[in-house]
């Protein structure tokens, strides 16, 4: 018979009661449906975004268990709403942002706001995050990025340089803060159908390239995104640390 209270059942082992979650982007996309996740899995999230009306339909859905910033997670005020949290136990590093472009035309403009958004940001955030976490003596960080963090992709050069440094970041981060109980991995997703990528996923062209590039032949949601949330910041994934998960249908293993 299994035992209910070891905290490695299955009903126990994704449960993140008493945890407090942080989700950066959360009003729409991947962001969103994590924070859901992560609530019907017992954590009190904090979702981050920028829209507040995204916001208050997902605190209308989940009530007390949700709790809304509306925040630039680029400006000083929002570094300082985290240090003054008293427990953070999972950051969701998931803000980011993509302008295709060929790479001898990309403008300094598309640099400047994808290093900005894409690299900078998400190192404050996770800075900030992990203060806390070093001092309570744990926490799981993970951060957002992409398959094209491992692979390259034609006039994606400056998003892909971006996702790379964050894949970097991670496993520095994990080796450094290991000591601390503190683990840090990333979520590589390949295509999702998100407000962001709907409008390519529309160029009937675009999509049919994309889909011959993934052997499981469909193009992800966010769900399945969610869901490795939820494993890297549950007790499911004690051991895994300074990894990436890729959720890519297969296109980067060929």
């Given at each position: 018979m299994i035992d209910s209270t070891s905290p490695t059942t299955l009903q126990n082992i994704f449960s993140l009661k008493g945890k407090v979650a942080l989700v950066t982007g959360a009003g729409k996309g991947i962001g969103r449906a994590s924070s859901a996740l992560l609530v019907e899995a017992g954590a009190k999230v904090i979702a981050v975004a920028r829209t507040q009306a995204d916001l208050d339909s997902l605190q209308k859905q989940y009530c007390e268990q949700i709790e809304t910033w509306a925040e630039d997670v680029s400006s000083d005020r929002f570094l300082a709403r985290i240090a003054q949290l008293p427990q953070l136990d999972i950051?969701?590093?998931n803000v980011g942002t993509n302008k295709p472009q060929p790479f001898i035309d990309a403008?300094?403009?598309a640099l400047d706001l994808m290093l900005s958004l894409n690299v900078r940001s998400a190192f404050l955030t996770a800075q900030a995050?992990?203060?806390?976490?070093?001092?309570q003596g744990s926490g799981s960080i993970i951060h957002m990025t992409s398959q094209m963090g491992h692979i390259g992709a034609a006039n994606r050069t400056v998003y892909c340089m971006t996702k790379h440094a964050i894949e970097g970041l991670s496993k520095a981060m994990a080796v450094e803060l290991a000591?601390?109980?503190v683990r840090v991995n990333c979520v590589a997703p390949t295509f999702i159908e998100t407000p962001m990528t709907k409008p390519m996923l529309e160029n009937d062209?675009?999509?049919?390239e994309v889909l011959?590039?993934?052997?499981l032949n469909r193009i992800g949601k966010v769900e399945d995104v969610a869901a490795a949330v939820l494993y890297l910041a549950s007790s499911a994934s004690n051991m895994v640390n300074g990894d990436s998960l890729k959720v890519d249908g297969g296109w980067t293993a060929q």
């Open positions: 950051l969701v590093n403008e300094l403009d995050a992990a203060r806390i976490m070093v001092k000591q601390f109980n062209d675009f999509k049919r011959e590039k993934i052997p």
